[in-house]
């Protein structure tokens, strides 16, 4: 067992400003390595999952602690996402350990050796208006880094590796792009519809 690892985890999550375990608008995704193995785990209190999982499946969805928890872990797979290099990166065995700090861990398959960019989306507690969740990433070979997953951001980060450093790459500009893209062809379209009815009234 590494204890390295594990002390720098425990310090980074003890010291971290963000986490309180019966608060359900906080929340931890922190993804780190261990013994040649990359793990995932998210933190949060048991009220937050129970808030999600009662919202989207009914109170009436759960009766026992296991189905609680194979909800929970269902809606863990639809609702967090990591791709490495641009690939999509699959949970293993995903478990969870409820408490008052609720803690739900998997493990990821098939990273690669050579890391260049990251994009991690987690929308597990997008229903609570002030959620905010701490990633934090530490990855043998790599530095470590810390960003704050919330509304603003859209519950996503792409992180892009630079001269080993982490910058975070900017998906708004895209977007805005994007939508002036199809505000110009909804506006040719709308001309050109236009131009062939006044021909055909014309004509007739």
């Known amino acids: 067992m590494n204890f390295k690892v594990i002390f720098k985890i425990m310090g980074m999550v003890l010291f971290s400003p963000f986490l309180y375990a019966h608060s359900p608008d906080l ?10 193995k990359t793990f995932l785990v998210i933190k949060s209190s048991i009220a937050a999952f129970e808030g999600e999982v009662v919202y989207l499946y009914g109170k009436e969805s759960y009766k026992t602690p296991q189905e609680f928890s194979e909800l929970a872990i269902e809606y863990f797979k639809e609702n967090c996402f990591v791709a490495i290099n641009n690939k999509t990166i699959k949970f293993i065995n995903p478990q969870i350990q409820l408490g008052h700090e609720t803690t739900l861990f998997a493990e990821l398959q098939h990273i690669p050796k050579n890391i260049n960019s990251i994009h991690v989306k987690n929308t597990l507690f997008k229903d609570m208006p002030n959620n905010l969740c701490e990633l934090i990433l530490i990855l043998k070979g790599l530095p470590q880094k810390q960003y704050i997953l919330n509304n603003k951001s859209r519950h996503e ?14 998906r708004s500009n895209a977007n805005v792009t ?4 199809i505000l110009i062809g909804s506006i040719i379209s709308f001309i050109f519809v236009t131009i062939v009815f006044t021909q055909r009234k014309s004509i007739s």
């Open 157 to 170: 980060v792409n992180l892009k590796l630079e001269k080993n450093k982490w910058s975070i790459e900017e």
């Open 27 to 36: 929340s931890s995704l922190m993804i780190y390595e261990e013994n040649g």
């Open 178 to 181: 994007s939508n002036k893209f």
